[in-house]
C-alpha cells in the first residue's frame, strides 16, 4: 500500500510539477497596445498576487496610470519600466487650484544621498520661498511646498535647485471661501478658540453641536448627519465629538474617494487612535516650548511658548496600513500629539491637542489663526478631478490636438500670450474626445476646465510622462525602474516562474529515478 502511494504521489509530482509557480507568478504585461478596459479587467479578476509590469516606448495614459497606482496602493506588486534616466529635478502636475487658497506642490530632487538641497520657488507675482530639504539614502527625496495662486486663471511657479529649473503650471479657479463642516459634543473651549479661527481666516463654517438629550446647536443648512451625500457639499469635516457609526463609513469613503479632508481634534483623536491603535491614550503634560513638528513644509507649526498644554499622547501610524508616511508633532520624547495621513486621494490631520491657551493664555491670536488655516487649507488641498489632457509641443501656425481622459467637461477655456476663447471637446469615432486649436504666438498656453470637483490643467507641452508616472505610481507603493531601452527588463521578466519549484521537481524525480533502477539491479519488481 506504501508503495503504491508512493507510486502515484511520484506520478502526481511528474504530471504537475513543471507547473509549479508558473500562471499565478506570470506577470501581467502591460504596454502601449493595452487597452485601458481590458487592463481594468484583468485588475478586478486576478489572481491579485499576480505582479503587474507596464513596459512601453510612451509613458501609461491617465486613465492607465491611475489603474496602475491603484494596483500599487491595494497593495499588488507593480513595476513600471522607464526608459532612459530620469531628471534630477521634477515638479508633479498642480491639481485643481483655488485662487488665494494654498495647495501642494510635490518636488522631487534627486541627488547624492545626505545631501542638503535649497528649494526656491518664485511665482509670477515675484515673491520667493526658499524650503531647505535632504536627500534620503535611496538619493531621491520627494516634498510638499505650498503655492498660493495669486489670481483665477493660469498662474505659473518656477522651482530652483541647484542648477536645474522647472515651471509649473496651473489653472486657478475664482476666489472661494474654504467650505467647512464642523461636528461636537457640548462646548468647549477648543471647539469655540478653533471656530474662531476659521472664520477669522474667511472660511465658511457650517456648525452642529450636540448638547445631548437629542438636542442641538446648528447653523442654517447644517446637516443632521456625515452622510455622503451631506458631505458632498464641503471641503473639510471637522469632528470635535462622536460621531454616528452610520456615518462613519461615509466619512471614510468620502476621504479615501472624493479626497475630502477629515480634522479630529482633541479627546476624540485620543479616543479613536486609542481604540484603533494602542490601548491607552491617556491625556498627557507637553511643555510647549519643546514641539517640534516635522510635516510638510506647506503647514506651519505651532507657535512656541512657555505654556504647558494637556495632550493626548497618539501613536504613530506606521507605513504599510493606510498611510504612505507619518509627519508627526513631538517633544522629543515617546508621546506623539499630531499625526498627518494620505488615506487614498484624502487627508486626515488627528491631533490630542487642545491649542486654544496660545490664543487666549499667551496672547498669539494671530499665529494661532494662521496655524489652522493652513490645516485646513492642507485638508481641502486633496480634492481633484479625474479628468486631464495630454498632447504634443504647442507649435506656432500648427492646429493642437489634445486629448481628454477621465470626466468629461461641457466645455474648455483657452488662455495664451494674446487670446482667451472657449473650446469644446469633440467626440471621435473611437470613443475618444479631443480639443483643438491654432497656436498663434509661441507662450505659455494654458486649458482648462471648471468642473463641479475641481479645474484641471494642462499646458501646451504634454502632460502624460515618466515623470508624472513615477511620481504617482511610486508614491502609491509601485516600483520605477530605469532601463536602457523600455522592453529591456534586465534578464527575467518580475514575477516569472522562480528556478525553486524546477530544482525540487528535478531532484525529486531524479531520487525516484535512482530508487527504481537500484530496484530492478536487485531484481526487484
Known sequence: MMRAALALGLLVLLVVGPRL???????????????????????????????TVYSASTPPSGVTQALLAGAAESGRRVEVIVPGALPALTVSRLGPLVARRRASLYVTVRGT????????????????DTVTVEVGPSGVTTNAIAVEPTRAGANEWTVHA???????????????????????????????????????????????????????????GAPATASASALEGYDVLVVLGPVAASSEASIERWVAERGGGLLLVGSIAGRRASAARTPSSAPVRADASRLRWSGPAELIPLPSSDLTVDAAA???????????????????????????EWVGRGRIFTTGMETWPWAMEAGLGEAHRLYWESVTEWLGGGLRSDTHLVGPTVHVGTVWTGRVEGMMPATFELVGPDRKETLRPVRTSDGAHLVRFLPTE???????????????????????SWVEAALEIGGAGGTVRVASAAG??????????????????????????????????????
Open 162 to 220: 541647484g542648477g536645474a529649473s522647472v515651471v509649473a503650471q496651473g489653472w486657478a479657479r475664482p476666489e472661494a471661501p474654504l467650505r467647512i463642516l464642523m461636528l461636537s459634543g457640548p462646548p468647549t473651549w477648543e471647539g469655540r478658540y478653533l471656530l474662531r479661527a476659521l472664520e477669522a481666516a474667511g472660511s465658511d463654517v457650517t456648525v452642529r453641536q450636540e448638547l445631548g438629550r437629542e438636542r442641538s446647536i446648528t447653523t442654517r
Open 442 to 464: 509661441a507662450g505659455g498656453y494654458a486649458l482648462g476646465a471648471d468642473l463641479h470637483f475641481g479645474a484641471p490643467v494642462t499646458t501646451g507641452h504634454e502632460g502624460g
Open 21 to 51: 509557480g508558473g500562471d499565478e507568478t506570470e506577470p501581467l504585461a502591460v504596454d502601449g497596445s493595452t487597452t485601458e478596459v481590458s487592463l481594468a479587467q484583468a485588475l478586478a479578476t486576478g489572481p491579485f498576487d499576480r505582479p
Open 113 to 128: 544621498a545626505g545631501a542638503r538641497i535649497p528649494l526656491v520657488v518664485d511665482d509670477a507675482s515675484g515673491a520667493t
Open 314 to 340: 497618539l501613536p504613530v501610524p506606521r507605513s504599510g496600513q493606510r498611510v504612505t508616511s507619518a509627519p508627526t508633532l513631538t517633544d522629543g520624547t515617546d508621546d506623539v500629539y499630531t499625526t498627518v
Open 488 to 525: 529591456d527588463r534586465g534578464g527575467r521578466p518580475l514575477g516569472s516562474p522562480t528556478p525553486l519549484p524546477w530544482i525540487a521537481f528535478a531532484t525529486l524525480a531524479a531520487l525516484a529515478g535512482a530508487s527504481w533502477a537500484r530496484r530492478r539491479i536487485r531484481g526487484l519488481p
